[in-house]
C-alpha cells in the first residue's frame, strides 16, 4: 500500500490527499476504522472492497465535497447526494439519492440495510458479495436496481421489490444480472401496481410484464418458483445464475415448458431440453438433453441418476454442486464439457454406462475428491485414453452383466 498505514486498525491517510484510487485499502482486512481528511475530494468505487472489519468511518467536518452526516458511518458525495463508501455499521441517511457502485462490496458482516425512500437508483456492484446480508428493505421511490447490485449476496433470503421500480438490470453479458449468486432466495415479491415487472399467481419469481419484446419472461427465481401458465419466456438470467433450488415447477396449461411427471425441473416442451433442475427432480425418460447451466450452484444435490434418454449435457450444467456425492450417465453422451463438474468438491464416485466419446481436460477441474469412476466391463483402456490424465488411475471396471435365459 503505497502512500495509505494502517496502525493498530486505524486508516492513516496523508493530508493533501486529494483522490483515493481503487488501490487505497482495497483488501485491508486489518481495517477498522477511518477518517477522511478535509483534502479529499474524490474516492474510487474499489478503495475500501473487502474491507470485511471496517466499523467505523469519519469524514473530516471541514471536508466541502464530501461528508458523513448523521454519524452514519459512511461516505456521501455531498453534492451528488450518494453513498460512496458503507461499512458493516452504517445507517444510510434520509435525502440520498443513490447508492454508489461498489459502495458495500465485499462487506461480509453486514447483515441488514434499509434504504431510504429518497433513494432512487441502487448502482452496479454496491452489494456485491455481502455474504452474510439477510435482509434488505428497498425504498418507496426506488426506480432502478443496476447490474450485480446484490451479487453474491448468498444469506438473502427475500426481496420486495418496490412498485416504484423500473430497472432490474441485465446487460445481456454473461453473468451480469443484479441478483446473481442470491442462490438462498426463498420468496420474492413485486408489489401491486409495478408496470415494469410482477410476481404474479404468487409464484415466488420476478416476471418481466411487458418490455421490449420481453414481455410475460422469467427473470429471477426463488428456490420454490411455480413458472405461470402465462409465462412465455425463460430469460438467461434465470438460467445462467448459480441455483440453489429445492423445487421448481411449471403451472398446468403453459404451451411453451412443462414439469412433466412431477419432475421438479422446467422443461422446454417442443425441444425436450431440460432448462432448470432443482436438489429433487427425477429426470423424466423423454427428456433428451440437459441445458447449459441447469444444476449450477444446487447444494441440495446429493446423489443423481440422468437416464439413458440424454444424449447432451450442457456447459457447466452441474458446476459447483458442492455437496453432490455420486453421479450416474446411464446414456451415450458424446461430450463431458468444460466446466461441466467445475467445482463438485465432494464428488467421489462416476459411473459410466455406456460409451462416452470425448471428456474436455477440464470437465472435472477442483472436483478433489474422486476416487472412483465406474465403467462397463471391457472398456477400462477406452476410458482410459479420453480421460483426463489425471484420472486415468480411478478407472474401475464394472462386473459384465449376466444375460438373462431364454
Known amino acids: ?53 471496517l466499523s467505523k468511518i469519519e469524514v473530516a467536518a471541514g471536508n466541502k ?34 447508492i454508489g457502485q461498489n459502495a458495500f462490496s465485499g462487506c461480509k458482516d453486514l447483515k441488514e440495510i434499509v434504504i431510504p425512500d429518497s433513494v432512487g437508483l441502487i448502482a452496479p456492484f454496491a452489494f456485491e458479495n455481502c455474504t452474510g446480508l439477510e435482509k434488505v428493505t428497498l425504498g418507496k421511490s426506488l426506480k432502478e436496481i443496476g447490474h450485480d447490485a446484490f451479487r453474491g449476496c448468498s444469506s438473502l433470503t427475500h426481496i420486495t421489490i418496490p412498485k416504484s421500480v423500473m430497472k432490474i438490470e441485465d446487460t445481456g453479458a454473461y453473468q451480469k444480472m443484479s441478483f446473481f449468486g442470491c442462490k438462498n432466495l426463498k420468496t420474492i415479491v413485486v408489489e401491486e401496481g409495478n408496470r415494469e415487472f410482477d410476481s404474479r399467481d404468487n409464484c415466488n419469481a420476478i416476471i418481466i410484464t411487458n418490455r421490449n419484446f420481453h414481455e410475460n419472461e422469467l427473470l429471477v427465481l426463488s428456490s420454490s418458483t411455480i413458472v405461470p401458465a402465462s409465462v412465455e419466456k425463460i430469460s438467461q438470467s434465470a438460467i445462467q445464475c448459480p441455483k440453489n433450488l429445492h423445487t421448481i415447477s411449471v403451472a398446468e396449461g403453459n404451451p411453451n415448458f412443462d414439469s412433466r411427471e412431477g419432475c421438479n425441473a422446467i422443461i422446454q416442451t417442443n425441444s425436450n431440453i431440460l432448462l432448470i433442475g432443482s436438489a429433487t427432480t427425477v429426470i423424466p425418460e423423454s427428456v433428451l438433453e440437459i441445458g447449459d447451466y441447469a444444476f449450477w450452484g444446487n447444494d441440495g444435490l446429493v446423489e443423481f441418476t440422468i437416464p439413458k434418454t440424454i444424449a447432451k449435457i450442457g456447459k457447466e450444467a452441474f458446476r459447483e454442486c458442492q455437496n453432490l456425492k455420486t453421479i450416474s450417465i446411464l446414456g451415450p453422451v458424446a461430450l463431458i464439457d468444460k466446466d461441466t463438474f467445475k467445482d463438485c468438491a465432494s464428488l467421489e464416485t462416476i459411473t459410466f454406462s455406456t460409451g462416452i466419446k470425448k471428456f474436455h481436460p477440464e470437465a472435472f477441474t477442483n472436483c478433489t475428491a474422486l476416487k472412483t469412476i465406474n465403467v462397463p466391463a471391457k472398456k477400462g483402456d477406452y476410458y482410459r485414453t479420453r480421460l483426463p490424465e489425471a484420472l486415468r488411475d480411478l478407472v474401475v471396471e464394472l462386473p459384465a452383466e449376466k444375460k438373462a435365459k431364454k
Open 1 to 53: 500500500m503505497a502512500k495509505y498505514e494502517i496502525k493498530d486498525g486505524v486508516g492513516i491517510i496523508p493530508q493533501g490527499t486529494t483522490v483515493m484510487k481503487d488501490d487505497g485499502f482495497k483488501d485491508c482486512t486489518e481495517l477498522t476504522s477511518v477518517v477522511i481528511p478535509e483534502s479529499v475530494t474524490d474516492i474510487y468505487n474499489r478503495c475500501f472492497e473487502n474491507c470485511y472489519n
Open 65 to 98: 465535497a464530501l461528508d458523513s452526516r448523521n454519524n452514519c458511518n459512511a461516505v456521501i458525495d455531498t453534492q451528488m447526494k450518494a453513498l460512496m463508501v458503507g461499512c458493516k455499521n452504517t445507517v444510510i441517511p434520509e435525502g440520498l439519492n443513490s
